[in-house]
T-cell receptor, first 112, second 114 residues
Framework: DAMVIQNPRYQVTQFGKPVTLSCSQTLNHNVMYWYQQKSSQAPKLLFHYYDKDFNNEADTPDNFQSRRPNTSFCFLDIRSPGLGDAAMYLC???????????FGPGTRLTVT | EDQVTQSPEALRLQEGESSSLNCSYTVSGLRGLFWYRQDPGKGPEFLFTLYSAGEEKEKERLKATLTKKESFLHITAPKPEDSATYLCAVQARAGGTSYGKLTFGQGTILTVHP
């Protein structure tokens, strides 16, 4: 089945220790998105790629960066995680920017 | 700034008791309104897209409708397996680097008791 895969499902990191979250897709979609969802809150878009074209939301902290080495994979790098970065990180894909977005299962990040 | 408000925050129903969830929105030119279902600890699951006022979509016990200011998700004869958080999101028309961005509401937590 075509799908969006996120690894790991659960990640524990220490305050200030860099961490990388991974997303892969078998849908062959052009657009990949990263959202942050804190407990009982709405998902919030961090950035997205249309093919190799990177688009950063204005309020995304500089601490968050992303890489998309090819169509199938996208990574979220958090350079120096703070306690406030503990959240569920959701990857989503869509065929084009105006089509429905399909989400992966998420990575739950804990910062100690 | 695009805004989405969902009500109620939580809804408890008995199995078979039909009801509706509301999603009110303000957006600078609506491209689409999306409904998602989210189970605890999982990513949102796509349900429907609505593009214009008057449009309706149905899937099993769910029916989504759209006006110029709000959308409703009607649940007919719900079952316990329909228990989840239902999220509404809007997407603005093309223009700028945020095209494609979904602005989500806080969600409605639906609990259906047997």
């Amino acid at each position: 089945d075509a799908m969006v895969i996120q690894n790991p499902r659960y990640q524990v990191t220490q305050f200030g220790k860099p961490v990388t979250l991974s997303c892969s897709q078998t849908l062959n979609h052009n657009v990949m998105y990263w959202y942050q969802q804190k407990s009982s809150q709405a998902p919030k878009l961090l950035f997205h790629y249309y093919d190799k074209d990177f688009n950063n939301e204005a309020d995304t902290p500089d601490n968050f960066q992303s890489r998309r080495p090819n169509t199938s994979f996208c990574f979220l790098d958090i350079r120096s995680p703070g306690l406030g970065d503990a959240a569920m990180y959701l990857c989503a894909t869509s065929r084009t920017q105006d089509r429905p977005q399909y989400f992966g299962p998420g990575t739950r990040l804990t910062v100690t | 700034e695009d805004q989405v408000t969902q009500s109620p925050e939580a809804l408890r129903l008995q199995e078979g008791e039909s009801s509706s969830l509301n999603c009110s929105y303000t957006v600078s030119g609506l491209r689409g309104l999306f409904w998602y279902r989210q189970d605890p600890g999982k990513g949102p699951e796509f349900l429907f897209t609505l593009y214009s006022a008057g449009e309706e979509k149905e899937k099993e016990r769910l029916k989504a409708t759209l006006t110029k200011k709000e959308s409703f998700l009607h649940i007919t004869a719900p079952k316990p397996e329909d228990s989840a958080t239902y999220l509404c999101a809007v997407q603005a028309r093309a223009g700028g680097t945020s095209y494609g961005k979904l602005t989500f509401g806080q969600g409605t937590i639906l609990t259906v008791h047997p």
